[in-house]
């Protein structure tokens, strides 16, 4: 990017835009598939359900349409188009976005308090999962429903359907996105076209509805309907939920093609749609059935639900691209256990498939379609996840604004309370809807939320437990040189977590085999709060003495460690790195309870059990199997 912009500076205005424009088009064109697809499919259901609550019933008169309307049009303009647009999608790190980037960000400016941003960190990604869940559910199922409004024979069809399309879904999710992603971007362009225009035919029809956007509509009926007026807010929250993804997508496309998508075709489609809809309602005599489907009758019905599960499947998509990315980056930063990561792609490194995260996502989708079996009663869960993890990202921004843009504190602070009491409200009375589903929300934040905390403390506990056991590496090396055991040729790599100190697969060698290789060295991988790192940063050598030396490998939390490829970089600094002569030394840790431990019971339990399932550390860090030797230790938590 850097010599593209710098040629297109030099370039004179003439000859610069014709350049430019086809790659900004491109990146817009990807964006509508990826960054804006489930937001895109919000008008299925979320002008429908937001009538219901309002009105407690089938029958909207002329202010709740309007009431309604006004508050769909100013959530989407003040959520979206000022706090993510103007001034979230700013707060990238190194061109990266999402809960965990803003949060690496946040913990890197905030040293002395990293653990509470830590905390908050973990809470948005935990909620981004719950999210994960939900979406492909409601936004499948409502699609599928589109078939009852064609005709009511379809009705016993709507959920075995819903499921064959989610088994589909998540079974090719192996193949990789990157063929089926070339279609994302035309598909969902055809999509904003398609609702745009439908919602403009009926908007022709009855202008008035228009005056929505005047917000003491939204005003009048919040305040003249208080029995109904937390429940339509609710409702009206899902109107923005994917409205996330711009931030979280954001290392994907760049600031500019994602705000120039939102601005001159996700809005005013949106808009369109919505206005068409509330004309439509009107039309009908206040019916509020299921209007964006039916104010399509007739030859576009049926063309118009095949589009709409398309857009649908491809927003689904959308979140479980990004479910394997949080988890990557919860991984890198030692928030979750290793997971297998297969990469599908050989010139994108971001396109992966996690299979165990493929699994427990497709299992728990499944199962909440099959449960609630109504894109209705989904609706309920939906929106507690996305707001509280909009509260987060808020929270994260005013550490941004305050430590890295350096602003004064009041206007951090006031425009922090704004989107604050904003998101709040919005949580509030999404929280109101526990018992009829928003319970389900909470239970899978929650349990991630148990798992990543249990990590993190259970992680810390092990190693303050084996650095109590070990010795300094300096202190070994030393009396290794004044008396040498036997050397045998080659180069061993101890891999350790702790760089100062001996390696317990290096004390098991010596002590059992009474041997040391010619070369040793003590090999650290460490994750920087940064999503790539230059490999100019990547490697620093230090020689202890001439048969021990120190090497630290650093990896950005968006990259995939490869070990072996990153020591050849160690020949630039002086080692002459030759894997067919090295061995890998790898310690398998078997974790025993203990009485003492400062973690309760079922909580080391749970730590053993996941540290049990984490992926081998051979193939995660791609070293070459039969290069390495593994030296089983126990130890007790």
């Known amino acids: 990017m850097s010599s593209a912009d710098a040629s297109s500076r030099a370039a004179s205005p003439v000859t610069q835009e014709p350049s430019r424009r086809p790659g900004i088009r491109l990146l817009m064109l990807g964006a509508l598939g990826v960054v804006y697809g489930d937001i895109g499919t919000s008008p299925i259901y979320a002008f429908r359900e937001a009538l219901h609550a309002a009105t407690g019933g089938n029958q909207a008169g002329r202010e709740d349409v309007l009431g309604v309307l006004s508050l769909i049009v100013w959530a989407l303009t003040v959520i979206v188009t000022v706090k993510y647009i103007v ?11 999402g809960t965990l980037s803003l949060m690496a960000l946040a913990r890197r400016s905030l040293a002395k308090r990293s653990d509470a941003i830590l905390l908050i960190g973990i809470c948005g990604a935990a909620l981004f999962l719950g999210d994960a869940v939900i979406t492909p559910a409601v936004s499948v199922l409502s699609a599928v429903e589109g078939l009852s409004v064609v005709t ?3 009705d016993p069809v709507i959920v075995p359907l819903t499921l064959a399309i989610l088994a589909v879904l998540f079974a090719v999710q192996r193949l990789g996105t990157g063929s089926v992603a070339s279609v994302f971007g035309p598909v969902t362009a055809l999509w904003f076209l398609v609702i745009g225009c439908s919602g403009l035919l009926r908007l022709v029809q009855d202008s008035s509805v228009v005056t929505a956007i005047n917000p003491l509509h939204g005003v009048y009926f919040l305040t003249h309907s208080p029995g109904t007026a937390i429940a339509t807010t609710g409702a009206v929250f899902l109107a923005v939920t994917g409205a996330e993804a711009l931030y979280a997508d954001l290392g994907h496309f760049g600031r500019r093609p994602i705000v120039l998508a939102w601005l001159t075709i996700v809005f005013p489609c949106l808009l369109l749609n919505y206005f068409g809809q509330g004309a439509f309602v009107l039309s009908q005599g206040g019916t509020i059935g299921n209007p964006f489907f039916e104010m399509n009758q007739g030859w576009a019905l049926v063309p118009v639900v095949v589009l709409a599960t398309a857009a649908t499947v491809i927003a689904s998509q959308a979140v479980i691209s990004g479910a394997y990315s949080l988890t990557r980056q919860a991984v890198q930063l030692n928030i979750l256990p290793r997971f297998e990561v ?3 792609s050989e010139t994108q490194s971001g396109q992966i498939y996690i299979p165990r995260v493929n699994l427990l996502l497709a299992l728990a989708v499944m199962l909440l379609v099959v449960d609630f079996r109504q894109s209705s009663a989904l609706a309920s869960a939906y929106g507690i996840s996305v707001t509280g993890n909009m509260v987060v990202t808020t929270i994260l921004l005013y550490v941004a604004m305050r430590r890295i843009w350096r602003w004064t504190i009041l ?3 006031g425009l922090a309370v704004a989107f604050g009491v904003v998101d709040v409200g919005f949580f509030l009375a999404n929280i109101m809807k526990v018992r009829e589903g928003g319970w389900v929300s909470l239970l899978i934040a929650g349990v991630v939320l148990l798992v990543m905390i249990t990590w993190v403390r259970g992680t810390r506990f092990l190693f303050e437990k084996t650095r109590k056991s070990e010795i300094p590496i300096d ?5 290794m040189a004044d008396k040498p055991p036997h050397l045998v040729p080659g180069t061993a790599v101890f891999l350790t977590s702790d760089r100062t100190s001996a390696p317990t697969a290096l004390m ?3 002590k059992h085999y009474k041997v040391l290789h010619e070369q040793n060295v003590i ?3 460490a994750t920087a709060p940064e999503p790539v790192i230059p490999e100019s940063r990547r490697v620093r050598l230090e020689q202890i003495n001439d048969h021990f030396m120190r090497v630290t490998l650093k990896f950005g939390y968006m990259e995939q460690p490869n070990v072996p490829k990153a020591l050849t970089l160690c020949r630039k600094q002086g080692w002459k790195f030759d894997i067919m002569s090295t061995s ?3 310690s398998r840790r078997s974790i025993k309870t203990s009485p003492a431990s400062g973690m309760p019971l079922w909580q080391n339990k749970l730590f053993i059990a996941l540290a049990s399932t984490a992926a081998d550390a051979t193939e995660y860090f791609q070293i070459p199997t039969g290069r390495v030797v593994e030296i089983g230790t126990q130890v007790t938590l």
């Open 475 to 479: 202190f070994l090396a030393k009396q």
């Open 411 to 413: 206007p951090a602070l």
């Open 342 to 344: 297969r990469h599908t």
């Open 152 to 154: 009511p024979t379809f």
């Open 584 to 586: 890998f030394f790898v």
């Open 87 to 97: 001034f979230v999608l700013r707060a990238d790190n190194r061109g990266e976005g």
């Open 508 to 510: 098991h060698s010596l």
């Open 523 to 525: 090999l650290t991988v």
